[in-house]
T-cell receptor, first 111, second 112 residues
Framework: DGGITQSPKYLFRKEGQNVTLSCEQN?????MYWYRQDPGQGLRLIYY???????QKGDIAEGYSVSREKKESFPLTVTSAQKNPTAFYLC??????????FGPGTRLTVL | QKEVEQNSGPLSVPEGAIASLNCTYS??????FFWYRQYSGKSPELIMS????GDKEDGRFTAQLNKASQYVSLLIRDSQPSDSATYLC????????????FGTGTRLQVFP
């Protein structure tokens, strides 16, 4: 069953804590993306990766880090430097002609 | 600043009517255009993609693209209460970046 999986579905972070969000795809897509969505706002790009071992900052990369060691995996770490991390985080991957498909998302809440 | 603009709504239509959602974009070089549907608390789901001027139909959905006027629209015929969701317009950034710019979405409400 092909698709994009994200885990966990819900995540709670304490002040000063780093947390890592998982994103895995078995669609053989080269490019992967991380977005953040806040209530009433559009999707904002955090990081993206077009090939393994390479990634670029998006519009709001401060306080986040990523890695792309495998084609299938693109984990996102929310560091303690991100002062307002409560949001809905979406991972996507791209097939032909820029078409992006999304995982189910991770909802992060700061306690 | 590359922009994609949508009316936030809500757009309220009765069941069975045609819902018309509109989107304008700023970058004349954009070539790929997408409509996503997002139910509350869920991730966006691709509905339509369109790349050429004119209309593209898929079931009850029709996407319309006018590159000269820089707008793209989505028509939903025979609207159903299950169509109630937020509809996101997305446009690619040209020059091979594989990046999309998303609008903030239009909330559609279909009432019985």
């Amino acid at each position: 069953d092909g698709g994009i999986t994200q885990s966990p579905k819900y995540l709670f972070r304490k002040e000063g804590q780093n947390v890592t969000l998982s994103c895995e795809q078995n669609l053989n897509h080269d490019a992967m993306y991380w977005y953040r969505q806040d209530p009433g706002q559009g999707l904002r790009l955090i990081y993206y990766s077009q090939i393994v071992n390479d990634f670029q900052k998006g519009d709001i990369a401060e306080g986040y880090s990523v890695s792309r060691e495998k084609k299938e995996s693109f984990p996102l770490t929310v560091t303690s430097a991100q002062k307002n991390p409560t949001a809905f985080y979406l991972c996507a991957s791209t097939s032909a002609r820029d078409t992006q498909y999304f995982g189910p998302g991770t909802r992060l809440t700061v306690l | 600043q590359k922009e994609v603009e949508q009316n936030s709504g809500p757009l309220s239509v009765p069941e069975g009517a045609i819902a018309s959602l509109n989107c304008t974009y700023s970058d004349r070089g954009s070539q790929s255009f997408f409509w996503y549907r997002q139910y509350s608390g869920k991730s966006p789901e691709l509905i339509m993609s369109i790349y050429s001027n004119g209309d593209k139909e898929d079931g009850r959905f029709t996407a319309q693209l006018n590159k000269a006027s820089q707008y793209v629209s989505l028509l939903i015929r025979d609207s159903q209460p299950s169509d109630s969701a937020t509809y996101l317009c997305a446009v690619n950034l040209p020059w091979g970046t594989d990046k999309l710019i998303f609008g903030t979405g239009t909330r559609l409400q279909v009432f019985p």
